[in-house]
């Protein structure tokens, strides 16, 4: 059990400030209305076609060999508060980077919905707390622009020696980080082609296992936001099948 994480549940049963900046908080799926035993038995996405990065050797590549659970450790002497948030802030740098590259093929007609699976599409929650169907590069241009923006809110992210986290960042950071997992999942799904037209897939998915694996250990990653519903599964909950058998990711 991760002290963060119980400080999140603590947090998670807070009164939630309802005047939050409009940001996405769900999906066109419903992760909850499926009974336990309908989920297949084995987590292979319906697709005609397997996905590339599901297959060999793309689904090895990685500039790192072991496992990445002792990466995300948290290190002697280091404030939890302190290594989740400059470890978001690498994920969310390191992401804003591999999608300003891949971005001229993100466009409103390429991707005219937030795709994440052959039959999954995020929607975004508007100001009028309607669930909306948006291009994916304005979802994406939405959730980095929010992300930039709570990164240099140095109430949110505090700067100072002698400041403190606030009591709402550990569940300001669990909605960070379903955010950021969307935006991969729409990357692996429709844009992994030119990930590897670039020869980048090492990185990004170390970059991705990485951010799996630190999700894990500090339980901000949700099975539901990874798998999505038996209906309407995220391309990415595969690939997360298919690193753990290879023994890359370790825990569940
Ligand atoms: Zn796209």
Request: with cysteine; net charge neutral; charged share 15%.
């Amino acid at each position: 059990m991760s002290f963060f994480n119980s400080i999140g549940r603590s947090m998670s049963r807070a009164p939630r400030n309802p005047k939050r900046s409009p940001t996405p908080t769900s999906a066109t799926f419903s992760p909850v209305d499926y009974p336990p035993n309908s989920a297949p038995s084995s987590p292979v996405v319906s697709t005609p076609q397997k996905a590339l990065y599901l297959c060999s050797p793309f689904v090895e590549a990685s500039l790192v060999k072991g496992k990445f659970k002792t990466i995300v450790l948290l290190p002697k002497y280091v404030d939890i508060m302190e290594w989740v948030a400059v470890n978001m802030f690498d994920f969310y740098t390191n992401l804003n980077e591999f999608y300003g590259v891949i971005s001229e093929c993100c466009t409103q007609s390429s991707c005219p919905t937030m795709s994440a699976g052959p039959v999954l599409n995020y929607t975004w929650i508007n100001q009028d707390r309607k669930s909306v169907q948006l291009p994916a590069p304005t979802y994406i241009d939405y959730v980095m622009t929010w992300a930039q923006n709570l990164i240099d809110d140095d109430s949110v992210f505090p700067t100072k020696s002698g400041q403190d986290f606030p009591q709402s960042f550990p569940s300001t950071i669990k909605h960070l980080y379903r955010q950021l997992l969307r935006v991969f999942a729409h990357i692996y799904h429709s844009h992994y082609h030119q990930i590897l037209h670039l020869r980048s897939e090492p990185h990004f998915n170390s970059l991705f296992a990485h951010f799996l694996a630190f999700g894990r250990e500090y339980e901000l990653l949700e099975m539901k936001d990874l798998k999505g519903s038996p209906s309407a599964p995220v391309g990415v909950g595969a690939l997360w099948e298919k690193w753990r058998e290879m023994g890359i990711l370790e825990g569940q």
